[in-house]
């Protein structure tokens, strides 16, 4: 179904971004941060959390604030 097929492509994502998150780890915190948070963002995703910074990146990408 389409949201089994969701699902899978978000957990598919989410299991990448944790794996750049164990090679970036021992190279640049900053980096290994922003993978584990497009993990928890693609994990959200699935569980229908969504949080201030998906809200303000549907603002900012449908909307013309500031033009």
Sequence with gaps: SLTQNRHSLHLGDCAAAL???????????????EQLRLARRHLGRITGHVGAEDVLDIIFRDFCVGK
């Design 19 to 33: 794996a750049r998150y164990g090679r970036e780890r021992r190279r640049d915190l900053g980096l290994a941060a």
